[in-house]
């Protein structure tokens, strides 16, 4: 009888035991803040100057003539936010851009966010992307401008912002 208790007691274990680990439910997810942007990596405190005091923004299928409002704040953290937009006097075309500045060398800064046109130059163009952009000076120019020009749809956009 020894001999069939013991195989017994083990079976009857084994149907008590805990599930194993694969089996468990996963434990809840905790509801996760976002973290906070990263200080902005400053290279030049001439271009930094600029960017905090720049003089607005166009869009070329808009117009060079008025230009859009572009702000920069400055985080606890350190972290530059841009947000700008420029919008048509005479129709819905609009151009905005909004995002963190993760870095400002001396001719170019990366913006972290969103660029997006819509209605313009045509009625019902969307184009929207997040993802890190590169504004760049060339040639000596008063504005960063931004150094992809076919981002959406084949078409060229000369999205720039002045200092």
């Known amino acids: 009888m020894k001999h069939i208790a013991l195989p017994a007691l083990l079976a009857l274990a084994a149907c008590t035991a805990a599930p194993p680990p694969e089996a468990a439910p996963p434990p809840p997810e905790e509801e996760s803040t976002p973290e906070a942007p990263a200080a902005t990596r400053i290279l030049s405190q001439d271009a930094a100057h600029r960017l905090r005091n720049n ?20 985080d606890t ?3 530059w936010h841009l947000a700008g937009s420029q919008s048509a006097q005479d129709g819905p075309g609009r151009v905005a851009v909004e995002g963190v500045v993760t870095e400002i060398g001396a001719d170019y800064f990366l913006l972290d966010g969103r660029v997006a046109i819509t209605d313009t130059p045509d009625p019902g163009r969307r184009c929207s ?16 401008r931004l150094r992809e020009f076919e981002w959406c749809d084949g078409l060229t956009d000369y999205v720039d912002i002045y200092f």
């Open 55 to 74: 003089s607005g923004m166009t869009l070329q299928w808009i117009t060079w003539d008025r230009r859009g409002d572009v702000e920069v704040t400055v």
């Open 129 to 144: 992307e997040d993802k890190v952009w590169r504004f760049g000076v060339t040639q000596g120019r008063q504005y960063w």
């Open 77 to 79: 953290n350190g972290a």
